[in-house]
């Protein structure tokens, strides 16, 4: 069994900060690159950030959350992290992370990813 699961979603006003937490089991995350995908209503899902594995630090962002978004793991603990900081309204989404075992992620391609989460639920509203 592989799983992922997201947890520390919820309901943030604009400007606030948010950090997702993606804890893997049955396998050892270190190999793997993570991503994290986020979907809202009536839009197509879409890729948010993905980082190699390992301790190689080479990360991506999607135009939309560079500079406000960083993606992070702690290979010790088997967790991968999305900081979310400077929220907008139009991040509202349901948030999923996912794992691939290629050790590069330079894109976002779905079938990559064998192993996805649950998802979590992030609102961005006054």
């Known amino acids: 069994q592989l799983q992922l699961v997201e947890s520390g979603g919820g309901l943030v006003q604009p400007g606030g900060s948010l950090r997702l937490s993606c804890a893997a089991s049955?396998?050892?995350?270190?190999?793997?690159?993570i991503a994290w995908f986020r979907q809202a209503p009536g839009k197509e899902r879409e890729g948010v950030s993905c980082?190699?594995?390992?301790?190689?630090?080479?990360?991506n962002y999607a135009d939309s959350v560079k500079g406000r978004f960083t993606i992070s793991r702690d290979n010790a603990k088997n967790t991968a992290y999305l900081q979310m900081n400077s929220l907008k309204p139009e991040d509202t989404a349901v948030y999923y992370c996912a794992a691939s075992p290629r050790f590069f992620c330079g894109s976002f391609y779905e079938p990559d990813f064998g192993s996805w989460g649950q998802g979590t639920q992030v609102t961005v509203s006054s």
């Open positions: 980082i190699s594995a390992r301790s190689s630090g080479i990360a």
């Open positions: 049955g396998f050892t995350l270190d190999g793997y690159s």
